[in-house]
């Protein structure tokens, strides 16, 4: 973190940031921040995880049919398909990172806004430097970064969302289109927030939880007996967001602490969801630990959205890869981590399969 990030108040107890996420007089708005870089102004208003109500509320209600439980079951069929096809071309040698885990959530999304092949491969370039826009501690250049790249998806989404407007098919932006009030800026930036907060932290959360697994062989079992329970432990333990920031709109007390208003907070998730006041042995893998709740799509107004489309992506890819792959094992003697400190994930995970068939 940067100087500006390491004054501010940290909250990692699970009560605590559980609060700070549940409870009004926070805000979300990065211009709000008095450590932000002034081109924070430039961020586009409609970016929905770094609004505030009322228009946050406003643009959430309209989005919510397209996340609704029933259109993401609908969508499980094609996600596995997809992701038996990524399994397909893999080798006896390959990186989970690249070659597996990235290409699960960017292949989703790109049929899911039925871009072709030219708009994944647009999404991939691009995505990070969308990312940085989510850090905690993003700096001037990160933003910059960030702005050439929704500039350039703009270029290609626009006469997209356009055309579908006119013409309306069966895919996500058709639907929102079609089914809400939302301006081309405000689809735009949902699109670009989908891509930045949906594409990046799915694959880091997966390729952690492939390590972890990897790591506790003696607990894939569980993973194919339950993978909805199995895959909320992994969430928990192996989320890749780790910290979120907020800012108090009004004096604040949290347990017992009184934090004034105008004070930045930093709210540490992975310290939420290893508190051992909220779970018995927290650093422990347990993929058959009773569900209690966890915060890694955070909590409250600004629960993740795609949370439901997310945790579908990973049981397929998990439960598949580890059926199709059952002798896998790590390639790498040492594992470097990404720098971040905002996402927790590796830089690559080479694996090697025995006995694997010729890619095809």
């Not at 959430?60 to 079951?73: D, K, N, V, Y």
């Not at 929704?150 to 639907?175: H, K, Y």
């Not at 996402?343 to 068939?357: H, I, K, Q, S, T």
């Amino acid at each position: 973190m940067n100087a500006n990030t390491d004054a501010a108040v940290v909250l990692s107890g699970y009560e605590d940031v559980f609060q700070v996420l549940r409870g009004p007089g926070w805000s979300s708005d990065p211009s709000r921040f008095t450590d932000a870089p002034a081109a924070t102004r430039d961020i586009p208003p409609s970016m929905l995880i770094l609004m505030d109500p009322p228009g946050h509320t406003r643009l959430r209600r309209l989005l919510r049919p397209s996340f609704t439980r029933r259109a993401i079951e609908q969508a499980v069929p094609n996600i596995a398909v997809t992701v038996d096809s990524i399994l397909d071309g893999l080798g006896a040698e390959f990186d989970i990172l690249a070659d597996y885990a990235e290409i699960v959530p960017l292949a989703v999304m790109a049929d899911l806004m039925d871009v072709g092949a030219e708009g994944a491969a647009l999404f991939r370039a691009h995505t990070p430097n969308l990312v940085k826009i989510l850090e905690v501690d993003s700096t001037a250049d990160d933003l910059a970064a960030t702005f050439d790249a929704a500039f350039d998806v703009s270029l290609f989404l626009t006469p997209l969302i356009l055309e579908r407007a006119d013409r309306p098919g069966n895919d996500f932006i058709s639907s929102i289109v079609e089914h809400s009030d939302l301006t081309v800026d405000e689809v735009l930036s949902v699109c670009i927030l989908l891509l930045a907060a949906g594409q990046d932290s799915v694959a880091h959360t997966i390729c952690n939880s492939v390590l972890a697994l990897l790591e506790h062989p003696d607990q894939l079992g569980l993973l194919h007996a339950d993978p909805k329970r199995a895959v909320e432990e992994l969430l928990r333990l192996n989320g890749s967001i780790r910290l979120l920031k907020r800012m108090a709109l009004v004096d604040q007390r949290v347990g017992d602490r009184v934090i004034p208003a105008g004070t930045t907070v930093i709210l540490d998730l992975h310290g939420a969801n290893t508190d051992p006041a909220a779970y018995p042995d927290p650093h422990r893998l347990d993929l058959g630990r009773p569900y209690r709740g966890h915060v890694a799509f955070g909590k409250g107004p600004h629960v993740c959205l795609g949370a439901a489309l997310a945790r579908v992506q990973m049981i397929e890819a998990l439960t598949r890869l580890f059926t199709r792959f059952p002798a896998i094992r790590p390639a790498a003697a040492e594992l470097q981590w990404r720098t971040s400190a905002s996402v927790y994930g590796l830089r690559e995970l080479p694996v090697r399969v025995d006995g694997a068939p010729p890619r095809s």
